[in-house]
């Protein structure tokens, strides 16, 4: 496959819908794009209706061009990480994995343009995380739900007020920052640095004040990063996680039972915000962000400290300090449900606890005026009264 044809394919995929977040290339389906969260066939010409074997392997040695280390990668442990430009037109990140033997590819549209957190409707909270001067941020959620953007537009905000130093470690770039306020220096995985962990450790002497590390991957990324907290520097990373609660138990997850006290100290001192994302589908089309966000208190650092106790979870202290610039999914579900962005079937499916989005959204639509149940001509049973 020529590089020609391989652009031709990519930008096709590109134009065949509104939306477009995702390419898709696996063996025994079509060329397929990801748009509005949902997976559509891409009319080809020739027509390819089912891909071959023969046909998913080239594709993804075109993306992997003979980099030694990438086809090092995909052969020892199964799947590769890397970009690819299409001049003028987009960049994306680039996953070749196996499966069964075949070889498939996922390749995520990256923005070219890096949005503000005004652009993106970002909670306050956001514009709080760019006025900190050390401690760790991270933003959790599952793959693709938009943790990279909303660091990006920390960062870029970062970048248009402040003089400093920034260091980035990622995997691979994603948004490309341009030289303002602040002096960036943005480093990918592979050919600039092997590691997280490494990249971190020769970070330190960069002399950043904000260092971004793609993902908290392992114990080690954890280690150095909560020491670069410890030490003045504002670390901003991302984590899979659901929830906040999950976040502080998966960092502790990744140590010893005996270093546990000690990790729960280290966290308590260096957490100054856990934002937790979803996207959920918008009543008028798209997917729209929702937020579960906590900062940092005297009884969140208790919590961490002790762990979660009937009366003291992470749910209850968040729910509890929305003046403080908290916010529950529930929370930001029943905002969103009450402005009318999504469906009360959406609010109810992504709901952490049902019975309190219930009770939520049964108080918005009273106040619409709305019935808030379908249960109708109620009457009281007077039948005892009249027999007697």
Request: charged share 25%; aromatic share 6%; net charge negative.
């Amino acid at each position: 496959m020529k590089q020609q044809d391989l652009d031709h394919i990519l930008t096709t995929m590109l134009e065949s819908y509104d939306g477009v977040s995702d390419l898709n290339i696996t063996v025994d389906k079509p060329f397929q794009v990801e748009a509005s969260g949902q997976l559509k066939p891409v009319q080809l010409k020739p027509t390819i209706e089912r891909l071959t074997p023969y046909q998913a392997e080239m594709f993804a040695l075109n993306l992997v061009d003979g980099d030694r280390r990438l086809t090092r990668t995909l052969l020892t442990e199964g799947s590769c990480d890397s970009s690819y430009q299409l001049a003028g037109k987009a960049r994306f990140r680039v996953n070749i994995f196996s499966q069964k033997g075949y070889y498939s590819t996922v390749m995520r549209q990256l923005a070219t343009r890096i949005p503000t957190v005004d652009e993106m409707n970002l909670p306050e909270a956001f514009r709080k995380m760019t006025e900190e001067r050390n401690g760790i941020i991270l933003v959790t959620g599952a793959t693709g739900s938009g943790k990279s953007t909303s660091l990006a537009a920390v960062l870029n905000e970062i970048n248009e007020t402040k003089s400093v130093h920034v260091v980035t470690l990622e995997d691979p770039v994603e948004f490309v920052h341009s030289q303002k306020s602040a002096t960036f220096n943005q480093r990918e995985m592979g050919s600039d640095f092997d590691t997280f962990a490494s990249g971190l450790r020769a970070a330190l002497r960069q002399a950043p004040k904000v260092i971004l590390v793609g993902e908290m991957r392992d114990r080690e990324t954890v280690e150095i990063g909560l020491s670069a907290a410890e030490t003045g520097h504002l670390v901003v990373s991302t984590l899979h996680t659901v929830d906040a609660g999950q976040t502080i138990s998966r960092i502790i997850g990744m140590f010893e039972k005996e270093e546990e006290k000690q990790i729960r100290i280290r966290l308590a001192d260096t957490v100054r915000w856990i934002a937790c994302q979803r996207l959920l589908p918008k009543e008028s089309g798209g997917r729209i962000a929702a937020f579960e966000i906590m900062g940092s208190n005297l009884r969140v650092k208790d919590t961490i400290l002790n762990g979660e106790s009937e009366g003291k979870t992470f749910y209850e202290i968040i729910e509890q300090s929305r003046p403080f610039g908290m916010m529950t999914f529930d929370q930001c579900i029943s905002d969103h449900f009450k402005n009318g962005l999504i469906s009360e079937d959406t609010a109810m499916s992504y709901a952490s606890r049902k019975a309190i989005v219930g009770r939520a959204l049964d108080t918005i639509k009273s106040e619409r005026g709305e019935k808030t149940t379908s249960i109708e001509d109620l009457a009281i049973d007077d039948g005892y009264s009249k027999g007697k």
